[in-house]
């Protein structure tokens, strides 16, 4: 168990609304990703964390926004869903000197109608 | 752009029967190369490679790498319906930012092992 916890696990909601996921960790790693996972795609980097208040852009960050003010909490935003953004998000870390294993939270599944 | 390319895309066999699951990869900055397994929720870890040549074994899962050819795979053995899942292969490469990793994973291979 590596200690993450995303929020919430299930939401709906409609086009143009802004959505916020929180990622949450016990184990103070300094790194946190974000992934969305659709068919055919695999997992997709959003954007990823190397600290607090360290942030940068993945492969795909167009419509997406994260913060980071506390080591434990990631956060994901959509300013103003869109269907594209319907996907699994998967939140991950990676403990400090490994050389690329990622731990990876439950998922939280988005349906934007 | 990096890629990593997974072959095949869905596979069913028997129990029984023993697969062997590709992995190619053109990246930069290369670092290691992982596997995961996904049933139906997050990847769990399976290897981390990051030699070429050397074997490395979990039971009846292998995988070696070769980083010449850039590529993997991952032998199942005796395979038992509990191994139905997405395979998974990423490849870590280092990304400019205060010496963060990414991991750019492939489509994955769906394994359907039938009684």
């Known amino acids: 168990d590596a200690g993450i916890t995303q929020s919430p696990r299930h939401k709906v909601t409609e086009t143009g609304t802004p959505v916020t996921l929180r990622c949450h960790q016990t184990e103070n790693h300094r790194y946190m990703y974000w992934y969305r996972q659709d068919p055919g795609h695999g997992l997709r980097l959003i954007h990823y964390?190397?600290?607090?208040?360290?942030?940068d852009k993945g492969e795909v960050s167009d419509g997406y926004s994260v913060s980071r003010s506390k080591t434990e909490d990631f956060l994901l935003t959509l300013e103003s869903a869109t269907s594209s953004q319907t996907s699994v998000y998967f939140c991950a870390i990676r403990p400090s000197g490994n050389t690329g294993e990622l731990f990876f939270g439950e998922g939280s599944r988005l349906t934007v109608l | 752009e990096d890629k990593v390319v997974q072959s095949p895309l869905s596979l069913v066999v028997h129990e029984g029967d023993t697969v062997t699951l590709n992995c190619s990869y053109e990246?930069?900055?290369?670092?290691?190369l992982l596997w995961y397994k996904q049933e139906k929720k997050a990847p769990t870890f399976l290897f981390m490679l990051?030699?070429?040549?050397i074997e490395k074994k979990s039971g009846r899962l292998s995988s070696i790498l070769d980083k010449k050819e850039l590529f993997s795979i991952l032998n199942i053995t005796a395979t038992q319906t509990g191994d139905s899942a997405v395979y998974l292969c990423?490849?870590?490469?280092?990304?400019?930012?205060?010496?963060?990793?990414?991991?750019?994973f492939g489509s994955g291979t769906q394994l359907t092992v039938l009684p």
């Open positions: 990246v930069t900055n290369f670092r290691s």
């Open positions: 964390s190397y600290g607090v208040k360290d942030t």
């Open positions: 990423a490849v870590a490469n280092l990304i400019s930012s205060g010496s963060a990793r990414q991991l750019t």
């Open positions: 990051t030699s070429s040549g």
